[in-house]
């Protein structure tokens, strides 16, 4: 069951404000002009209620970055964009620097970078609030459809959670937006749980 | 340790063998593996790296990204991947081929992974592969592409789009006019007594004159959105968007009259002895089933009959009785 109370999920939000910021200045080093994320929203959901409308996802392609992380809890993390947004950051982001703009193997890998620097700065803020560590897979990259996203969310019924975190990316100006989702057992959730009750402990 | 060495390989010969940098750093960022291969692309032998900073083996500075990437990854333990196409040459690592003179610095694609020594030391793996040579493919496969698409969509006596684009093109355009309920003008362009120009002159002095006439043509279009294409032999279609039928009218004219201007001697056309054009042109906003090029096809034979050397101008939309006029 869903045992997160509205407290713990603006704390989670804060959270990955703070893993927000900093992916933002990471990004904003590569592209030397301003990047600024925000993680609008969070939620947690069994994953069987999961569909098209959590994750705004319509009938394009999808671009996700995968990393599997373990510690304390375990959970792989997928970021979606859709695939033209995608490839609009990878774009925005490659700028002037490389007139690659093209070149399908070098999005992807852009693409991963990404997703990497995303996903590590929400995963280093965990670890600096919560006092843990935690182990990662390198990151991988998919092209899929929304009916493949959402068939790989719900398979695996060893991780009936999702924490959902609605990003918004803004790179010069130019704003777009995606999901980061956790999918996570029910030990994994009961665990990131308890280290977020003993961070409101701390801080109340 | 006892693992390793019952095997029948010695690990160090196969990570000097390896075709990619292999680099391992410690915490304090002091190099603890230096392979081969990045000694050969650095030209730094592993001797004058070993147990250095790795920021200060190289005589270049390295990349700031590289190096915040590796300061996170010896502080939160989290693999790092730095693409080739948003760092390009994070360390300064040389192709080999490169000369004295002009060294040609490496694209690289990195991972750093956090690993720990057998001493339970914090440490980084830093992979380095070359991706010079995916680069340089991609770029000629993108660049035969682009050749091989052109070509596909292009005439190859005239240089003017060819039929095959053409459908393709007119199919989107009455769609979209269709859509947005804008008007689209067509015009059918034949040479006149082609045939026995050829018969007279000979098919190159023929073909000559279809390039000058695709030219004339080509010559008097000036906006992104208009097109002409060779629809067959001596026949040219062009497309134009948001034209009023008047300006169309005059559009359809000034075609004839730049045609007419190349002043082309054809003694076997009489009475101008010259090369000519018959233009048909329709104009509308398509609707339902209404056929722009069947009613410009009708126009260009009605200009035919009426002489030659002239246009007739149809709106889509017109009576029965407005045609046989």
Same mark, same amino acid.
């Given at each position: 069951?869903?045992?997160?109370?509205?407290?713990?999920?603006d704390?989670?939000?804060?959270v990955?404000?703070?893993?927000a910021?900093?992916?933002?200045?990471?990004?904003?080093?590569i592209?030397?002009?301003?990047?600024?994320i925000?993680?609008p929203?969070?939620q947690v959901i069994?994953s069987?209620?999961?569909?098209?409308?959590t994750?705004?996802?319509?009938?394009g392609?999808?671009?996700a970055?995968?990393q599997?992380?373990?510690?304390?809890?375990?959970?792989?993390?997928?970021?979606?964009?859709?695939e033209d947004?995608?490839?609009?950051?990878?774009?925005?982001?490659?700028?002037?620097?490389?007139?690659?703009?093209?070149l399908?193997?070098?999005e992807?890998?852009?693409?991963?970078?990404?997703g990497?620097i995303?996903?590590?700065?929400?995963?280093s803020?965990?670890a600096d609030?919560?006092?843990?560590?935690?182990?990662?897979?390198?990151?991988s990259?998919?092209?899929?459809?929304?009916?493949?996203?959402?068939?790989?969310?719900?398979?695996?019924?060893?991780?009936?959670y999702?924490?959902?975190?609605h990003?918004?990316?803004?790179i010069e100006n130019?704003?777009?937006t995606g999901n980061l989702?956790?999918l996570?057992?029910?030990?994994s959730l009961?665990e990131?749980?308890?280290?977020v009750?003993?961070?409101?402990?701390k801080?109340? | 340790?006892?693992?390793?060495?019952?095997?029948?390989?010695?690990?160090?010969?196969?990570?000097?063998?390896?075709?990619?940098?292999?680099?391992?750093?410690n915490a304090?960022?002091?190099?603890?593996?230096?392979?081969?291969w990045?000694?050969?692309?650095?030209?730094?032998k592993?001797?004058?790296?070993?147990n250095?900073p790795?920021?200060?083996?190289?005589?270049e500075?390295?990349?700031?990204?590289?190096?915040?990437?590796?300061?996170?990854?010896?502080?939160y333990?989290?693999?790092?991947?730095?693409?080739?196409?948003?760092?390009r040459?994070?360390?300064?690592?040389y192709?080999?081929?490169?000369?004295?003179?002009?060294?040609?610095?490496?694209?690289?694609s990195?991972?750093?992974?956090?690993?720990?020594?057998?001493?339970?030391?914090?440490?980084c793996?830093i992979?380095?592969?070359d991706?010079?040579t995916s680069?340089k493919?991609?770029?000629?496969?993108?660049?035969?592409s682009?050749?091989l698409?052109?070509?596909?969509t292009?005439d190859?006596?005239?240089?003017i789009?060819?039929r095959?684009?053409?459908d393709? *093109?007119?199919e989107?355009?009455? #769609?979209?006019?269709?859509?947005? %309920?804008?008007?689209l003008?067509? $015009?059918?362009?034949d =040479?006149?007594?082609?045939k026995?120009?050829?018969?007279?002159?000979?098919?190159?002095?023929?073909?000559?004159v279809?390039?000058?006439?695709?030219?004339?043509?080509k010559s008097?279009?000036?906006?992104a959105?208009?097109i002409v294409?060779?629809?067959?032999?001596?026949?040219?279609v062009?497309?134009?968007? *948001?034209?009023?039928?008047?300006? #169309?009218?005059?559009?359809?004219? %000034?075609?004839?009259?730049?045609? $007419?201007?190349?002043a =082309?001697?054809?003694?076997?056309?009489?009475?101008?002895?010259q090369?000519?054009?018959?233009v048909?042109?329709?104009?509308?906003?398509p609707e339902?089933?209404?056929?722009?090029?069947?009613?410009?096809?009708?126009a260009?034979?009605?200009a035919k009959?009426?002489?030659?050397?002239?246009c007739?101008?149809?709106?889509l939309?017109?009576?029965?009785?407005?045609?046989e006029q």
């Amino acid at each position: 069951m869903n045992n997160l109370s509205a407290l713990h999920l603006d704390a989670l939000g804060e959270v990955f404000s703070i893993g927000a910021g900093r992916a933002a200045l990471s990004l904003s080093e590569i592209v030397g002009d301003e990047v600024s994320i925000s993680v609008p929203s969070v939620q947690v959901i069994n994953s069987k209620d999961i569909n098209s409308a959590t994750l705004s996802l319509n009938d394009g392609r999808f671009g996700a970055v995968t990393q599997h992380f373990s510690g304390p809890f375990n959970a792989e993390a997928v970021l979606l964009f859709t695939e033209d947004q995608a490839l609009k950051i990878v774009r925005d982001m490659m700028g002037s620097q490389m007139s690659l703009e093209e070149l399908a193997e070098f999005e992807h890998e852009a693409m991963c970078e990404l997703g990497n620097i995303i996903l590590n700065a929400c995963l280093s803020a965990m670890a600096d609030i919560f006092s843990f560590t935690l182990e990662s897979s390198l990151p991988s990259y998919t092209v899929a459809s929304a009916d493949e996203i959402l068939y790989r969310l719900k398979k695996n019924s060893n991780q009936p959670y999702v924490m959902v975190l609605h990003i918004d990316l803004a790179i010069e100006n130019r704003h777009t937006t995606g999901n980061l989702v956790f999918l996570l057992s029910s030990a994994s959730l009961t665990e990131l749980v308890t280290h977020v009750d003993q961070f409101l402990g701390k801080i109340s | 340790m006892s693992e390793i060495t019952a095997k029948p390989f010695d690990m160090n010969d196969i990570f000097n063998t390896l075709n990619l940098g292999v680099c391992v750093v410690n915490a304090n960022g002091k190099v603890l593996l230096w392979n081969d291969w990045i000694a050969k692309h650095s030209h730094i032998k592993e001797a004058d790296a070993l147990n250095r900073p790795l920021d200060q083996v190289f005589p270049e500075p390295v990349s700031p990204a590289f190096l915040s990437a590796l300061k996170n990854t010896l502080t939160y333990r989290l693999p790092v991947v730095l693409s080739t196409a948003l760092h390009r040459t994070p360390l300064p690592l040389y192709n080999v081929f490169g000369t004295d003179q002009q060294p040609d610095r490496m694209y690289q694609s990195i991972t750093i992974t956090p690993i720990q020594s057998q001493l339970d030391e914090s440490c980084c793996l830093i992979q380095v592969t070359d991706s010079s040579t995916s680069i340089k493919r991609e770029k000629m496969l993108r660049s035969h592409s682009e050749i091989l698409k052109k070509e596909a969509t292009t005439d190859g006596l005239t240089d003017i789009c060819n039929r095959r684009f053409f459908d393709a *093109h007119y199919e989107m355009t009455v #769609a979209d006019a269709k859509r947005q %309920k804008h008007p689209l003008s067509i $015009f059918m362009v034949d =040479i006149d007594f082609f045939k026995s120009y050829n018969d007279y002159y000979g098919h190159i002095a023929g073909d000559d004159v279809i390039k000058q006439v695709a030219a004339a043509l080509k010559s008097q279009l000036s906006r992104a959105t208009d097109i002409v294409a060779r629809y067959g032999g001596e026949e040219f279609v062009l497309v134009m968007p *948001h034209l009023p039928q008047e300006i #169309a009218c005059q559009f359809a004219e %000034k075609l004839r009259s730049a045609v $007419f201007n190349l002043a =082309i001697p054809h003694i076997k056309s009489q009475p101008l002895k010259q090369v000519t054009i018959s233009v048909g042109a329709c104009t509308g906003i398509p609707e339902n089933d209404d056929n722009l090029l069947n009613k410009a096809d009708t126009a260009l034979y009605q200009a035919k009959l009426k002489g030659r050397n002239q246009c007739i101008s149809l709106p889509l939309c017109e009576t029965e009785e407005y045609l046989e006029q």
